[in-house]
């Protein structure tokens, strides 16, 4: 079976077996984590995807601490995925994709800054590469207001609850607000 999502092909018939890989870190932030998690699973390469909070000053999070926009965190994604299989680039062109990069601490009716557009670089050739995708997207004439979207090292990343784990699998959908696919 393959599947076309973004521009990307992703082949469900493919086995690669991870463990033998270099598997590395991508955290993005874009909005409501549920979403965010779901734009990403179907990406082959991907071999597993944690919501959480990322960027904040207070340890241990709770979601209903990060919703008092108090804590500096924000709603965010962890992926783990194999490089030999899918690129940092094509993750960044899927996180530039799904939401509005020019929004300061909001994405559609969602407001605060646990809203935020942010790219957490595990790597100096993380860094380097998002920061020229950044600046390739600002030259692209896409959006008229300037891309927002902070670029920092990675920070400690607490896991949210275990209910908004795997959220939309689990209930079917929900209110995320994910914009559809730049082509």
């Known amino acids: 079976m393959e599947l076309i999502w973004n ?12 463990n033998k890989s270099n598997a590395q870190l991508a955290t993005f932030a874009a909005g409501c984590f549920w979403g965010v998690e779901e734009a990403f699973r179907p990406i082959m ?20 601490d990060v919703c008092t926009n ?13 490089p030999a299989v899918v690129s ?8 530039w994709s799904i939401h509005n990069p020019t929004t300061k601490n ?9 809203y935020r ?8 050739e ?16 896409k959006f008229t207001n300037e891309v927002v979207t902070e670029i920092v090292p990675a920070s400690t990343f607490y896991k949210a609850e275990e209910y908004h784990q ?13 914009l559809p696919t730049m082509e």
Request: hydrophobic share 30%; charged share 25%.
């Open 7 to 18: 521009n990307l092909v992703i082949q469900r018939t493919t086995i690669i077996d991870m």
């Open 45 to 64: 390469g991907v071999k597993s995807i944690m919501v959480g909070y990322t960027g904040g000053k207070s340890k241990n999070p709770t979601y209903r």
């Open 70 to 82: 108090k804590t500096g965190h924000a709603e965010a994604v962890q992926i783990e995925f194999d």
């Open 88 to 95: 940092y680039e094509k993750l960044l062109d899927v996180f």
């Open 106 to 114: 909001r994405q559609g009716p969602d407001v605060g800054s646990q």
């Open 117 to 124: 557009s942010l790219i957490a670089f595990h790597t100096p």
């Open 126 to 141: 993380q860094e380097a590469i998002a920061t020229k995708s950044k600046e390739s997207l600002e030259r692209s004439g």
């Open 166 to 178: 795997k959220y939309y699998m689990k209930r079917g959908g929900g209110s995320c607000y994910i």
